[in-house]
C-alpha cells in the first residue's frame, strides 16, 4: 500500500493535526494518529501528533506494511487495546523502532468502518501505569469512538481526499464505453461504433459499475464525470 500524507494536501495545513491535539488535551493523551485505509484503492492516509523523525522514519521503513496497530485493527469492529496484540517479529521491530524516538507501546485504536470498504482508525496512547491506563479508557472510550467517527467522516467529506481515496482505474475501453453512453448512444449504438457486440459492450459496463461502486449505469456515468474521468455528452 502507498501511504498518503494527508499534511500534504491543498487544504488548511493545521487541520487534522490541531484535531488530533484536542483529542490527546481532552482525553490526557500523549499521541493521537489517525489512519484512513482503502483496500480498492490500495492506500493509506494519516495524520498524526507524532514527531517528523518518527513519521519519516516510519514511512522509510515500510512500517505501514507491518505495522500490527493498523493491520490488526482493521480487521476488528471493536477498539483494540494493544495490550491484546500479540508481541510478534513485526511488533517487535515497529516498537523497538518507537521505543527510540521515545514512543511506548500502550496504547488503543478504535475502527470506523465506511460504506465504500473504506475503514479509519484512530489510536491514541499514553505512557503511565497499566492501572491508570485502564482506568483511563474506561472512561472515555465512548466519546474516543465518536471522535473517530468524526475524523474518518471529514476526512472522507474532503474533496482533495476523496480523489486521492476514490480513483478507480477503469480500462481505455471502458472509459470510452462510459463517454459515449453519456453521449447518450444506446448499447447497440455502440457496439456498432466500436465494432464489438452489445454483449461486450455490456461486460465493459458491468466492470465499469463495480469499480465506480454503482448500482445503474446512469450512476457509473455521473460517478464517472463528477470526478474527471470522462466529460458530459
Excluded at 37 to 58: C, E, F, L, Q, R
Excluded at 154 to 183: F, G, K
Amino acid at each position: 500500500m502507498e501511504i498518503v500524507d494527508l499534511s500534504t494536501l491543498p487544504q488548511p495545513e493545521t487541520q487534522y493535526t490541531e484535531f488530533l491535539r484536542q483529542v490527546c488535551e481532552k482525553f490526557e493523551m500523549d499521541n493521537a494518529a489517525y489512519a484512513g485505509m482503502n483496500p480498492a484503492a490500495g492506500t493509506i492516509h494519516g495524520h498524526v501528533t507524532y514527531s517528523d523523525d518518527w513519521k519519516a522514519h516510519y514511512q522509510e521503513q515500510g512500517f505501514h506494511m507491518i505495522d500490527p496497530t493498523l493491520h490488526m485493527s482493521q480487521r476488528s469492529i471493536a477498539p483494540v487495546d494493544w495490550s491484546r496484540l500479540e508481541r510478534n517479529k513485526d511488533f517487535q521491530r515497529v516498537f523497538r523502532d518507537a521505543n527510540d524516538f521515545g514512543i511506548g507501546d500502550q496504547g488503543l485504536t478504535i475502527p470506523v468502518r465506511g460504506p465504500y470498504g473504506d475503514i479509519g482508525l484512530l489510536s491514541a496512547t499514553r505512557e503511565c501505569s497499566r492501572d491508570e491506563w485502564k482506568k483511563l479508557v474506561s472512561n472515555v472510550i465512548t466519546e474516543l469512538q465518536s471522535m473517530a467517527v468524526h475524523i474518518h467522516d471529514s476526512v472522507m467529506a474532503s474533496d482533495a481526499v476523496t480523489r486521492i481515496l476514490y480513483h478507480p482505474t477503469l480500462s481505455s475501453r471502458e472509459l470510452e464505453i462510459l463517454q459515449w453512453v453519456a453521449a447518450g448512444k444506446s448499447q447497440q449504438d455502440i457496439g456498432d461504433i466500436l465494432s464489438i457486440s452489445h454483449r461486450t459492450v455490456e461486460v465493459h459496463l458491468r466492470s465499469s459499475r463495480e469499480k465506480l461502486n454503482a448500482l445503474t449505469t446512469p450512476q457509473a456515468v455521473g460517478r464517472a464525470i463528477g470526478i474527471g474521468l470522462i466529460y458530459p455528452g
